[in-house]
């Protein structure tokens, strides 16, 4: 470095922290010093500021105790004679208002009997001529309405100007008497909340109150034998600055005082009264620094029952302080002259330090390069070798912290090591062999290598090596850096199972099976042999998502896939596609017998009982089969066939398995086909509603109808719903087809209503599907809206196994439904499997009668129990009976024997479009009786 020149070497800093030290402990001294002297000050004033709110407070209250003394003067005066008159009693109150300015009056009321009051206000108009008893009305007053106490204005100090003033009846105002309410409570002196006065005006009051007690002399009308009540009416501003006043309270200067007052029926203070002035004499700034402030006190007292407060603003001024700032101003002298000595001292001593500083710095600064260079390299994440690019075998010289925690090696262990041992073991790895060439020739090269740990352990890393060139240009040495990638690499492993597995089962997914089935095809294609690819769909299973919820569902799947892979081979394949979904690939299997075995296994496997969280419940699947090479030679068009013939498995009536055959591909056609086509149908108008009536046994009349859907295909005419229900159901389109026959029925059925056919009902197919909507009730609640139909005329038919299905379920959605009034009907009722122990728990109106019964009641006597049975057991629950499929007189006869209450059938009519149902109704009205004329 330079060497420091003749400026540098005088320059001196401007304070040295002995200086800086000296002053502040004097300033900080000095401080404490005069905050102590303050603090004392500060006390003096503020108990003498205390001493002045107190000498207030107990002004003030006084002042409102003398008052009181007055009305005292007077309740003794009423109390000790018999009768005391207008003149008396003006000659003894004058005095006292006079001796007290700030009172406004002082009154008298009187309580008064219903039975008194004609002979009262007779005495008292001998004084006061047009004296009546009256009452508040708006801003003025009105006769008092009879009533049985009166409380009037009986005398009042000084008299009002206004004369319609006498004889006011405080008991019918309820602000004053809640007033009289409380002094005959307390049988003492009690005051109002802070009430506006009328002169001075904007000034405030109190009344302050006391009972007049009743006896032989002055009578004793009013509660608890109270004779009336003596007021006295004070202006409480006028009050506080007399007292205060003559009291010499309010001629201090830089004083406030505020008084407010309790409001009746409130928690909030009134402020009445202001005085003096609390503003500052002196500068803000400098009386500020000096310690001048506010000193604020509130005071809380009470006036009989009611709340007070008075609030005193002081100014502390700066000349309280004076002894405290002389202090302050001394001792900061005193540190000055002792901080200047200290500055003269060390100055001398700095030149010193100073010399010896710049001498060392050239020094100092290379050290601390080298010092950062080592630092930087022992701090870093990556493992750091140096080895010696001059001896056989790259000998190592130094290894970083970050290397030995990496690879588990001491220091020692490694100094001296050849580097090549550290790859040893692991010389099948091609790039091993490529940072042998790098080192060779001595250039800079890369590899990723699994290595060792010194505990045997593998780890990946990114290895760097470049070589290190001495003065005359040969490498020295070698750095090698090592960047451990194991996590990495296990993250991408795992990202690679998850591309291939299913994350819920842990079983193969799609692709992976793709895969698989490719393999098996070719392998099957060169040695002749055979392999089957199985679809699994589990029936009904989103029953279990819709009424359990999705997490239930996924441990239903988990259980499942467990079941089917542990009832197959360890060398078949057992792959989850998706959803409920899965895929089997079979192979080694001697023929069909063998494989149909194996799947009805994995049928009955996953036919057994589920249990979760305490539930137990059923699921079964449907399997299709299709062969490779036979059926295909490809793992897309295997899957394929084999989930064509699932369908037809379920189609079959689920639970239940199929081979793949050539004619499904044109029935799975058709059935896509049939499936557009009805979305064309739902929303171009195709479907429609027709109508079959249902006969009241009884009379023969027609009193309802059930609603069956019709599809009206361009192309293949008129479809009956047994062509396209099942397929609807399936495919989901039940739900808008449903509704949609719902709201043309009730609209339809309303029409009819209003056209004067009578209160007909309408019966209305609900399909599984609809019924497990989680927004059927909304959705009829909304239709009888729209249509006007009464709940009473609507009627939901669910079928047996519709609602014994999950039946807890099933009766919570019956129950809301039935709360709108909505009847509901069990059909096709002996066909399923009913338990009776839970027919009786349905809230179900109507049992049908399936048409199978009905058809050989007239040659099956056991039918025909069955049918007697029924009806028993229906009006037993208090259920009514339809018959359906009613075709002849004798059926008819049978069921009216029975005491069946309504049939339908084609004995009566078949089911009619609109208006070929509308000319029946009119053709009953006529008198017509369908199915009679047999």
């Known amino acids: 470095m330079a060497t420091m020149s003749a400026s540098s070497i005088g320059r001196v800093r401007a304070l040295h922290p002995a200086t800086i030290a000296t002053l502040l402990c004097g300033v900080a001294l000095s401080w404490l010093l005069f905050s102590i002297l303050q603090a004392s000050e500060h006390a003096r004033n503020d108990f003498d ?7 207030r407070v107990a002004a003030v209250a006084r002042s409102f105790d003398d008052a009181a003394e007055a009305m005292r003067a007077i ?27 700030y009172i406004q009056a002082l009154a008298v009321y009187r309580f008064v009997g219903a039975d ?87 000034g405030h009051g109190i009344v302050i109150a006391m009972p007049l007690a009743g006896d032989a002399r002055n009578g004793g009308a009013g509660p608890g034998g109270a004779a009336g009540i003596t007021e006295v009416v004070i ?67 009470d006036v009989y029952g009611q709340g007070w407060e008075l609030r005193a603003r002081a100014r502390e001024t700066a000349a309280v302080h004076l002894g405290s700032s002389v202090l302050l101003v001394l001792s900061l002298v005193c540190t000055l002259a002792v901080t200047a000595y200290v ?24 050290s601390e390069t080298m010092r950062l260079y080592f630092r930087a390299i022992d701090a870093s994440a990556n493992g750091v070798i140096l080895a010696d690019a001059t001896k056989p075998g790259y000998p190592i010289e130094y290894v970083n912290p970050a290397f030995m925690r990496m690879r588990g090696y001491g220091k020692d262990e490694l100094t001296g090591l050849p580097l090549d041992e550290l790859i040893a073991g692991l010389p099948e790895q091609a790039a091993v062999h490529e940072l042998h060439n790098t080192m060779r020739e001595e250039r800079e090269g890369h590899a990723l290598l699994r290595l060792r740990r010194k505990d045997g352990s593998e780890l990946y890393a990114e290895v760097y090596v470049a070589p290190v060139h001495g003065a005359d240009g040969r490498t020295e040495h070698f750095v090698i850096t090592e960047y451990d990638v194991t ?82 081979r360890p060398d078949d394949t057992v792959a989850r596609t998706g959803g409920d979904e899965f895929v089997l690939m079979l192979i080694e299997r001697s023929g069909e017998d063998q494989l149909m075995a194996t799947v009805d296994a994995v049928l009955r496997a996953v036919g057994q009982p589920f249990e979760d969280e305490g539930r137990r419940f059923h699921l079964s699947c449907s399997a299709g089969i299709a062969a490779f090479p036979a059926d295909g030679r490809d793992a897309e068009t295997l899957v394929k066939h084999a989930e064509i013939a699932m369908y037809r498995a379920k ?75 099942a397929l609807a159901e399936d495919t989901g389109l039940i739900v808008p087809i449903g509704a949609w026959a719902l709201r043309s029925a009730c609209l339809q059925a309303a029409a009819w209503q209003r056209a004067g056919y009578g209160p007909l009902r309408v019966a209305v197919n609900l399909s599984s599907r609809q019924f497990r909507e989680a927004g059927l009730a909304g959705l009829i609640a909304a239709t009888l809206r729209e249509s006007g139909l009464d709940a009473a005329s609507l009627e939901l038919e669910l079928t047996e196994s519709l609602v014994m299905d999950e039946v807890e379920l099933a009766i919570a959605t019956m129950q809301e439904i039935k709360a709108m009034g909505v009847q509901l009907a069990i059909d096709d009722f002996g066909t399923g499997y009913s338990s009776l122990a839970y027919l009786k728990r349905f809230p179900v109106d109507v049992l049908k009668i399936d048409q199978s019964f009905v058809r050989d009641i007239e040659t099956d006597a056991g039918s025909a129990a069955m049918v007697g049975a029924i009806i028993s057991l ?30 339908q059938g084609y004995l009566f009519s078949r089911s009619l479009p609109v208006a070929e149902f509308e000319r029946m109704l009119e053709r009953a009205q006529a008198g017509a009786v369908p199915g009679q004329e047999g």
């Open 49 to 55: 500021v205390d001493r002045r709110v107190q000498a």
């Open 75 to 101: 309740n003794l005066l009423l109390g000790s004679t018999a009768q005391v008159g207008d003149e008396q009693f003006a000659r003894f109150a004058a005095p006292l208002a006079g001796a007290h300015p």
């Open 874 to 903: 229906a009006h037993d629950l208090g259920m009514r009976v339809i018959a359906e499929g009613v075709e002849t007189a004798p059926q008819r006869d049978f069921l009216h024997a029975r005491r069946c209450d309504e049939v």
């Open 343 to 366: 500055h003269a001292s060390v100055t001398r001593r700095r030149r010193v330090e100073r010399l010896v500083e710049l001498g060392t710095a050239d020094l100092r600064r290379t």
């Open 235 to 301: 202006d409480v501003a006028s009050l506080i600055e007399q007292k205060l006043l003559s009291a010499n309270l309010l001629r201090h200067r830089g004083v406030e005082v505020v008084l407010a007052g309790q409001v009746d029926g409130e928690s909030t203070m009134l402020e009445v009264a202001r005085y003096g002035n609390a503003e500052p004499d002196e500068p803000a700034w400098w009386g500020k620094l000096l310690g001048a402030h506010l000193v604020e006190r509130s005071e809380r007292f």
């Open 116 to 202: 008194e009051r004609a002979a009262y206000e007779a005495a008292r108009r001998a004084h006061w001529p047009d004296f009546q008893i009256r009452q508040r009305r708006g801003a003025g007053f009105e006769p008092a309405a009879a009533r049985p106490l009166y409380l009037p204005l009986d005398k009042i100090i000084p008299e009002p100007v206004e004369h319609v003033a006498h004889g006011y009846d405080i008991w019918a105002f309820g602000p004053h008497r809640a007033l009289v309410d409380r002094t005959l409570a307390r049988k003492a002196w009690t005051a109002s909340g802070v009430v506006p006065l009328i002169e001075p005006r904007g």
């Open 487 to 568: 996590t990495a690499k296990r993250y991408e492993a795992e990202l690679e199972h998850r591309a291939r597995y299913d994350t819920l089962t842990g079983l193969p997914n799609r692709a992976l099976l793709g895969d698989r089935i490719e393999r098996a095809v070719v392998f099957a294609g060169q040695h002749g042999r055979q392999g089957w690819v199985v679809a699994l769909d589990l029936d009904h299973f989103k029953y279990v998502n819709d009424s359990l919820g999705h997490p239930v569902g996924d441990r239903v799947l988990q259980q499942a896939a467990q079941r089917i892979a542990a009832a197959v």
């Open 651 to 725: 189609e079959a009536g689920r639970d239940t398995a199929r081979f793949y055959l050539p004619g499904m591909n044109e029935r799975v056609g058709e059935r896509l086909a049939l499936a557009d086509a009805m979305r064309v149908a739902l929303a171009g108008n195709q479907f429609e509603l027709h109508y079959q009536p249902q006969i009241l046994l009884a009379t023969g009349r027609v009193i309802g109808m059930e609603a069956l859907i019709r599809w009206r295909h361009p192309e293949l005419g008129m479809m009956r719903p047994d062509r396209f229900i």
